[in-house]
Nanobody
Framework: QVQLVESGGGLVQAGESLRLSCSAS????????MAWYRQTPGAQRELVAL???????TYADSVKGRFTISRDNAKNTMYLQMNSLKPEDTAVYYC???????WGPGTQVTVSS
């Protein structure tokens, strides 16, 4: 049974940092490209950052220079380090595994001004 579980969300003030984690089980994590998406009410889910199985990364323009995606294949875990957070970063953040197209339940990030 595949499980993706996000953690690390919360309420912070603008300019502060958070680190999200996504713990994976039931998939061959090291072989899967992984990504973070986010969604606000009434909007489509949008790609935040992606990391290939080989470690190549891609970022949305809105988070470049502020967010860093990484993975630890030994721990079957992906991370999203979010610095200099802005109120517009407020959303539910989802972990996604491209192999099998699996999603986690999401974790809320709220940034107050």
């Amino acid at each position: 049974q595949v499980q993706l579980v996000e953690s690390g969300g919360g309420l912070v003030q603008a300019g502060e940092s958070l680190r999200l984690s996504c713990s994976a089980s039931g998939i061959i994590f090291r072989l899967s490209a992984m990504a973070w998406y986010r969604q606000t009410p009434g909007a489509q889910r949008e790609l935040v950052a992606l990391i290939s199985s080989g470690g190549t990364t891609t970022y949305a323009d809105s988070v470049k220079g502020r967010f860093t995606i990484s993975r630890d294949n030994a721990k079957n875990t992906m991370y999203l380090q979010m610095n200099s957070l802005k109120p517009e970063d407020t959303a539910v953040y989802y972990c996604h595994a491209f192999t099998g197209r699996f999603w986690g339940p999401g974790t809320q990030v709220t940034v107050s001004s």
